[in-house]
């Protein structure tokens, strides 16, 4: 029974903490994504150049 009386509060402080929460805009929200995915496009092409020329070290020490 203890359980679940902890479980209930649990939820009702989560809901009462959510209702404090300030949410973004959705012009803020498309700016933000925007740049998160150019931020992952640039570090996976750095990423995939320098796999590529650390292959190419290893082939050629190999």
């Given at each position: 029974m203890n359980l679940i009386?902890?479980?209930l509060q649990f939820f009702r402080d989560s809901y009462y903490e959510l209702a404090k929460v300030t949410?973004?805009?959705?012009?803020e929200?498309?700016?933000t994504?925007?740049?998160v995915?150019?931020?992952v496009i640039i570090m996976s092409i750095f990423v995939s150049i320098v796999d590529l020329?650390?292959?190419l070290v290893v082939n050629i020490i190999l």
């Open positions: 009386k902890a479980s949410w973004l805009g959705k012009k929200v498309v700016g994504t925007a740049v995915i150019v931020f020329l650390l292959g």
